[in-house]
């Protein structure tokens, strides 16, 4: 494993495990699982665990796992206020109190504001009194390190940066986000300022590999490198010395062999012309037929009327990247059949998954787009006839 440093001359390794994506089984977390593939990780030197106080049962998972086996103080545990549901200061001491248990620990290495979006959020952390808060805490040592995790545009990415004193920061960075979000610009500005990055979405949710277009595919594929989808996305970001660490949500046990594979032999330098010229086609074909942006984080969920709306976005979008017929009978088999709809004609334009998206989607008008590509009527009837003999039997 490689490891660059952070602020203080701490190493932190440059694969950090997400904590996002944990296997679920029934209505929870498969820590069994989950355990195996953590304890993997960190025999291979992965010393940096990456979860959120929203992510539905990671910080109890994690927290178990390291205390049963004893390696809590050799990691880094990342957690993240939920700055958006504050209201009191008060409030901000029982979040945190709360995240220490679940996480069975005193102390938290690397702590960050979640989400920030503008400088509305931090004013009004501010004004409850956030900056005196985490003196407190750096003081007595229940917090390390400060920082921030941040979907938004560059603008006010670079203002936000400069609002406060931060430790590190943590941004949405791949190829494809090269020009957007806080981009390369943020990047290259938290270097400057000695602010180290953590790298969140670095396969924007599966669209660099799995959902690659084939056209893609057949690319990255003949390539004399012989790298696979995830490697190549992966090596972009090691390449550049400014890149702390790269998250990913590593829920299998050849995910995390194979991501250590390619961390302990990423250097930086490590891409050739040959390998940046593939990474534009790439860039070319994506932008060609991607519709709606989304990257399945999940922020939007749950609806209140019970749309799935990821999985509707990763169907759409499937149409135009493999085939009208691969979207739609996807949609049908994970959407259509299940007991409790999830269909995006449910939707009532509430706004409640715009308020919270990363990516800034006009989710209600695309839901509408998607429905009227996914469900022609003949689709419709289909899964009404396939419903009642297999789900409401």
């Keep these: 494993m490689k490891y660059r440093e952070d602020k203080y001359g701490n190493l932190i390794s440059i694969l950090g495990y997400g904590c996002m994506r944990f296997s679920r089984s029934g209505t929870g977390i498969d820590i069994a699982k989950a355990e195996k593939e953590i304890m993997r990780a960190f025999e291979e030197g992965v010393n940096y665990y990456d979860t959120a106080y929203i992510y539905p049962g990671s910080e109890v998972c994690l927290g178990e796992i390291l205390e049963r086996n004893g390696i809590r103080q050799k990691i880094k ?7 958006y549901l504050i209201k009191s200061r008060g409030a901000i001491d029982r979040y945190f109190s709360e995240q220490l248990k679940r996480l069975k620990t005193d102390h938290i290495d690397y702590y960050l504001m979640h989400m920030l979006t503008d400088m509305e959020a931090w004013n009004k952390l501010c004004s409850l009194g956030i900056k005196e808060w985490i003196e407190e805490k750096k003081a007595s040592g229940e917090i390390g390190q400060i920082g921030f995790s941040f979907h938004g545009n560059t603008e006010i990415f670079l203002e936000i940066l400069e609002a406060y004193d931060w430790d590190f920061c943590q941004i949405q960075y791949n190829y494809v986000d090269e020009v957007s979000q806080a981009g390369r610009r943020g990047l290259m500005a938290a270097a400057e300022k000695g602010i180290p990055v953590i790298i969140m979405e670095p396969l ?4 660099l590999v799995d959902l690659l277009p084939a056209l893609a595919k057949g690319k990255i594929a003949a390539h004399p490198r012989k790298m696979t989808a995830a490697e190549l996305a992966f090596r972009w970001l090691w390449d550049q010395k400014e890149v702390t660490c790269v998250l990913s949500g590593m829920n299998s046990l050849d995910m995390v062999e194979e991501n250590c594979r390619i961390a302990d032999t990423a250097p930086v330098g490590d891409l050739t012309s040959e390998d940046r010229a593939l990474i534009e086609d790439i860039k070319g074909i994506i932008e060609s037929v991607t519709k709606v942006p989304c990257t399945g984080c ?6 209140p009327k019970g749309v799935d709306i990821p999985g509707t976005f990763r169907c759409y979008n499937e149409m135009f990247s493999e085939s009208k017929g691969d ?21 009532v334009a509430c706004g409640k998954c715009e308020s919270h998206c990363p990516q800034h989607i006009s989710i209600i008008e695309e839901l509408k787009a998607a429905d009227k590509a996914l469900r022609p009527l003949h689709y419709r009837i289909a899964t009404e006839i396939a419903r009642r003999w297999v789900v409401d039997k």
């Design 77 to 83: 545990i990342a957690t993240k206020l939920p700055q």
């Design 204 to 207: 924007r949710g599966g669209k």
């Design 298 to 303: 999940g922020y939007c969920m749950p609806c």
């Design 327 to 347: 979207g739609r009978r996807e949609f049908f088999q994970v959407i259509g059949l299940r007991k409790n709809t999830s269909l995006p004609s449910q939707c």
